[in-house]
């Protein structure tokens, strides 16, 4: 009977919180499931949820409490979980780190991955990424494919704290992408999406040679729903990114395509650039109405971007009333927030639309009246 209750108080929280299922098996079985488990964290969204399906009751936390307090490393994990949500009991950061210790050094991979993740990020505990490295290499060590794009994150994050004496830091960057490639390569979709934004970044010249790459690995996250990934996947489509710049490769249509994704996900950048084609009529019917209110939206929300944009309209009376002193305004505001404009842009006789690039460029002018 008191297998049964177990199972069953395992069985309630674990569908109420959206944990893995594989949470309620054995602790043999729990390693294995945890392989293909992207990240060891709460979202916000459930951190936050007062929904049904996530309330967890003071009753099923007991149950869960008593079983951890027998030294149940997967409770204990789960435990944690409860005290960083505040579902089934009041929120307590440094009661989910102490939870989340005990699992970890019980040798509950997830433990180990949730305790790293609070070294890391700070959480209920002083910022300590050593600290943090340990544990995420604990669990590594145990098998776990994904811990692998967590470590690799680790290592990139201490090799910014570190000084360039003797190559170190690019050492240690190229240790933290070959982490972070073989949890991509086992498709950690997260991590495939880090190799090539890792690659266009270049922070390495042995990364950079990669660079033919960088679509592929996008394409294979933005397939599986991957909003940043499919933004920047649209722009490779957009600029003909195939490893260098290449005319020959510019696809509008698809462009469009993954914009129109990507927006539909939030995505700021991709709502911008799919502006700038709707405007222009490329990869997609000309709506200058629709461009001009994706402009206005993201101009009051403080993009420079679309502020110059939309200061350009403004000039030449592209979709909207001419108003040199609205433009004036606008282009002054993006302006103030760093963006590098041309100088005498009043005088230009070609005007040109700006949009967000790969991270390999800065920015990229295509004419107003193409």
Request: hydrophobic letters at 35%; aromatic letters at 10%; charged letters at 25%.
């Amino acid at each position: 009977m008191e297998n049964y209750k177990k199972i069953f108080a395992t069985l309630t929280l674990t569908l109420s919180l959206n944990l893995p299922l594989y949470a309620m098996t054995s602790p043999d079985e729990a390693r294995e499931g945890a392989v293909s488990h992207t990240r060891y964290y709460l979202s916000d969204d459930m951190l936050s949820s007062t929904s049904p399906q996530h309330l967890i009751t003071s009753s099923n936390f007991q149950d869960y409490l008593s079983l951890a307090k027998k030294d149940d490393k997967i409770a204990q994990y789960q435990v944690g979980t409860c005290f960083e949500s505040g579902q089934g009991t009041s929120r307590n950061l440094q009661k989910a780190v102490k939870w989340y210790r005990l699992s970890a050094e019980n040798g509950d991979l997830l433990g180990q991955c949730a305790l790293a993740r609070c070294y890391e990020e700070g959480i209920g505990i002083a910022r300590d990424l050593p600290e943090a490295l340990k544990w995420y290499t604990a669990a590594v060590e145990q098998g776990d494919i994904a811990a692998n794009y967590n470590l690799g994150t680790c290592k990139f994050k201490i090799a910014c704290t570190h000084s360039n004496e003797n190559g170190e830091v690019g050492e240690l960057v190229l240790e933290s992408f070959s982490y972070i490639l073989k949890a991509a390569k086992a498709g950690v979709v997260e991590a495939e999406y880090r190799v090539g934004e890792m690659i266009i970044e270049g922070h390495h010249i042995k990364i950079m040679r990669q660079r033919s790459k960088v679509p592929g690995w996008f394409l294979r996250a933005a397939e599986k729903g991957h909003v940043k990934a499919q933004c920047e996947l649209a722009k490779c489509f957009h600029t003909g990114f195939d490893g260098m710049q290449n005319p020959r490769k510019v696809n509008f249509e698809k462009a469009v395509e993954w914009y129109e994704k990507s927006e539909k996900g939030g995505s700021a950048d991709a709502k911008l650039n799919l502006a700038v084609l709707r405007f222009k009529g490329q990869g997609t019917e000309r709506n200058i109405p629709k461009a001009i209110g994706s402009f206005k939206e993201l101009a009051e929300q403080g993009n420079p971007y679309a502020q110059y944009n939309l200061s350009l309209c403004y000039k030449k009376g592209e979709g909207v009333e001419k108003n040199k002193e609205k433009a004036s305004e606008l282009y002054l505001a993006a302006k103030k927030q760093g963006l590098h404009l041309p100088s005498k842009w009043g005088f230009n006789k070609k005007p040109s639309f700006m949009f967000k690039r790969l991270r390999c460029y800065n920015r990229l002018l295509t004419p107003i009246n193409d």
